[in-house]
């Protein structure tokens, strides 16, 4: 059953189990009545409040989360650039030491005492082990197809036309450091 102003008014509720009757001067009844208008204001201040605060957190953990993300792109782009400062400090460092491979293989040709030559082909083998354990190749050269990402040519020769652009001679070797390539191989090729 519907409750009106009147019931209020003269304190009557009316419940199917039993009927509780109040009586209310026209003051009290403002009194409550005032309540009533003010807790109504204080719940709709709650809710608006409720709302604003909802919102705020839904932005703060969305700027948490752009963080988070930003810090995340930051610290892999981070670790990216201090492998490839590894990466280059490494070549650099080989580079310098390919001419000692040269030296050491020219050395070993040059060298009439056989146990100094076996000596020297010995260091110059631990040395070549050494930069292959780094990840050091040389590149493949002396009867290949001429590859420009992978040789420099220093002359060409006439060659019979199945010879054609193949290295025919291999003036200095080239070394690759994984993919990279750290010095290329400077030949001589067949035309």
Known sequence: MQKTTDDYRTGELKSSESKTSIELNSEEFKIIQAQI???????????????KEKTRAEELKTLAERL??????????????????????????????????DVLGQATALVKDE??????????????????????????????????????????????PADQNKIVEVYQKGY?????????SDVIVGR
Not at 37 to 44: A, F, P, R, V, Y
Not at 176 to 184: G, P, Q
């Open 68 to 101: 988070q993300a930003d810090f995340s792109n930051h610290r892999k782009r981070t670790d990216e650039m201090a492998k490839k400062l590894k990466e280059d400090g490494q070549a650099d460092a080989i580079e310098k030491i390919l001419p000692l491979a």
């Open 115 to 160: 146990k100094t030559q076996e000596g020297l082909r010995l260091v110059l083998k631990q040395f070549m082990q050494t930069l292959e354990n780094m990840g050091v190749t040389e590149i493949p050269a002396l009867g290949e197809m001429f590859d420009p990402n992978l040789h420099n040519a220093v002359s060409d020769v006439k060659v019979k």
């Open 37 to 51: 208008t003010n807790l109504t204001q204080q719940l709709s201040i709650a809710q608006t409040v409720s709302t």
């Open 176 to 184: 690759k450091l994984r993919d990279r390539v750290l010095r290329y």
